[in-house]
């Protein structure tokens, strides 16, 4: 049978997480192995559902107690994103793609090459 939800997820081969800066909470979580992948999802579909935060759908299965979760915007996403605004790495600038592209073309295709045109689905 076909599931329209599960597709889109493979799709995509991303988790969905709740966002903090330019990585999300989950993804921390994920990594400290306190929430597995399957997890992440189930908490992803109960908040889209409920309309519940993130953190308050893993928090209210029990999976995460609230005080870890506060930790861990406290002593490590925090911090990071400071470094990150402080390297500058949230000023910088967009370049289109096509303008990247045409900069770097050559790197890519060889004299002996011909370029391609292509799409996205």
Wanted: avoid cysteine; glycine fraction near 6%; charge should be positive.
């Amino acid at each position: 049978m076909y599931d329209r939800n599960t597709a889109q997820l493979q799709r995509k081969r991303t988790l969905p997480t709740s966002r903090l800066g330019s990585k999300r909470l989950g993804m921390y979580l994920l990594e400290a192995g306190l929430l597995s992948p399957a997890q992440i999802q189930v908490a992803a579909y109960d908040r889209k559902v409920t309309g519940k935060k993130f953190s308050e759908v893993i928090v209210d299965r029990g999976w995460v107690k609230q005080q870890t979760i506060d930790f861990i915007i406290k002593r490590v996403i925090v911090p990071e994103q400071r470094a990150l605004h402080k390297a500058g790495a949230f000023a910088q600038p967009v370049e289109p793609f096509s303008e990247v592209f045409e900069r770097r073309k050559g790197e890519v295709l060889h004299e002996d090459e011909e370029e391609v045109l292509w799409t996205v689905d």
